[in-house]
């Protein structure tokens, strides 16, 4: 087993467990900012608060996340957020835990506004701090579902995590001891679809609007390249496909206004969708894990959840979908992730940096 938490040696272990953890978090590792306070009590994630300010439109007329935009965007917000936040959960500074920031994957510079900020705040009150990996906050978003079942009865699950930035299946465990059996060899899931979004003149963020413009369409209708399906390896791969759009529209112009254009749009979501459902299905067959969990911004998708249902029927397994409220990025992810980590002895030294390479 392999940990995703690849900077353990920089956290303090504290030796007693505890049972239960009030832990207020940020996240800014893109162009959200989110604010979170999370309650954790015998396995089970309580989310008393919840916010987030998206800076998309600001960042749309670019036609993607301007790095520098995104962390001028994060200062002014992440007082008001917090303050906000432990108004909604009834709560003040005095009753927190822990106060927790994501530390990495992201943008270094937008990352380094929530993590200096919580770690100022962490001190200011007089609370412990921890700096958080982003991917395990996917992973564990679809245990904030209120009916999901407490981390306490969990063995593994098996993950599919599918973001802006990252595609994955993983092996996981209520320790967070995670072993990743598969990855993007280029592009991500959600990339694909933000990328296919700009060729088809739909703006950003793409991958809503990409399934928008694909409801009703023939999925059937263009056969784009399903990158590595058939290899081997359960890894992804999606950069081919971008440039089969490309070459299909400068032989087939197309606009939102033909007929065709729905159908086009729903080929191409199909050509995405069927790589990770099928490859999800095979890390099914051979782990033999019957919990599978699955999260990250693409995780909205309905056609996507639809056709990950119906595998989980097929293969007798638990499916637990992230609520699409914690699908895209948030804070209670963040929140879920360091009040487990506190309840497990773990804090970070004040010293601790940003990771944006963190995997
Ligand atoms: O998890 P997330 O908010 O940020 C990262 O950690 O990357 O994921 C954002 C990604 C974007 O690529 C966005 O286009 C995609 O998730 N996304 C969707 C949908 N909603 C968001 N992709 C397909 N269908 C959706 N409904
Ligand atoms: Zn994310």
Known sequence: M???????????????????????ALETSCDETAASVVAWESGKFHVLSSIISSQAQKHAVFGGVVPELASREH???????????????GLGLDDLDVV????????????????????????????????????????LSPFLAAQAPSLSEVGEW??????????????????LACQRLATTRDDAAG?????????????????????????????KSVDFPRGMLHSPELDFSFSGLKTALKIYLSRHPSDPADARYRDICASYQQAILDPLVSK???????????LLAVAGGVACNRALRAELEKMAQEEGATLLLAPPEYCTDNAAM???????RFSLGERSVLTEDIFPQYA
């Not at 392999?2 to 207020?24: E, F, G, H, N, Y």
């Not at 530390?103 to 937008?110: E, F, I, S, T």
């Open 75 to 89: 200062l002014p917000a992440m007082h008001p957020l917090c303050r906000t936040a432990l108004e909604e959960a």
């Open 158 to 175: 098996l993950a599919l995590v599918v973001s802006g930035g990252h595609t994955m299946i993983l092996r996981a465990t209520p320790s």
């Open 280 to 290: 999800f299905r095979r890390a099914v067959r051979e782990t033999g894990i019957r």
């Open 191 to 219: 990339e694909a679809f933000d990328k296919g979004a700009k060729i088809l003149g739909l703006g950003y963020p793409g991958g809503p609007a990409l399934e928008k413009a694909a409801r009703g369409g023939d999925a």
């Open 2 to 24: 392999i940990r995703l938490q690849s900077s353990l040696r920089r956290k303090k272990a504290v030796d007693c467990p505890v049972s239960r953890v009030i832990c207020l």
């Open 100 to 139: 927790a920031a994501t530390r990495g994957p992201g943008l270094a510079v937008a990352l380094l506004m929530g993590h200096s900020f919580a770690k100022a705040l962490a001190v200011a009150a007089g609370k412990p701090f921890l700096g958080v990996n982003h991917i395990e906050g996917h992973l």
């Open 334 to 340: 963040i929140g879920a992730v360091a009040s487990l």
